[in-house]
């Protein structure tokens, strides 16, 4: 059974940092591309950024040059690293393990998500 869990998120002020971890079990990180989403109530989830197998990284348009995505293999740990951050930040982060291992795949029932964790960035 894989399961992600999600840390790090709590409420900044803006132009502040927060590092997101999220904690794998059951499979190696290496094996899937790893994203992180976000989502605000009443709002579809929003990709945020992915890492492939291989390395590769994309970002959505609003992180661009802010939010950095990595991953620590030996730990099993996928991080987001988040600078600058905006009051339309705020949202519920959630780290997803997707079936497939390149970036913008799309989403199936065999993905696995994390419970999400909440980052409220105020003025």
């Known amino acids: 059974q894989v399961t992600l869990v999600e840390s790090g998120g709590g409420l900044v002020q803006a132009g502040s940092s927060l590092r997101l971890s999220c904690a794998v079990s059951g499979s190696s990180i290496i094996l899937n591309a790893m994203n992180w989403y976000r989502q605000t109530p009443g709002k579809p989830r929003e990709l945020v950024a992915s890492?492939?197998?291989?390395?590769?990284?994309i970002y959505g348009d609003s992180v661009k040059g802010r939010f950095t995505i990595s991953r620590d293999v030996a730990k099993n740990i996928l991080y987001l690293e988040m600078t600058d951050l905006m009051p339309e930040d705020t949202a519920v982060y959630f780290c997803h393990r997707s079936k497939y291992g390149t970036t913008l795949s799309r989403l199936t029932e065999y993905d696995y998500w994390g419970q999400g964790t909440q980052v409220t960035v105020s003025l």
């Open positions: 890492i492939s197998t291989s390395g590769n990284t």
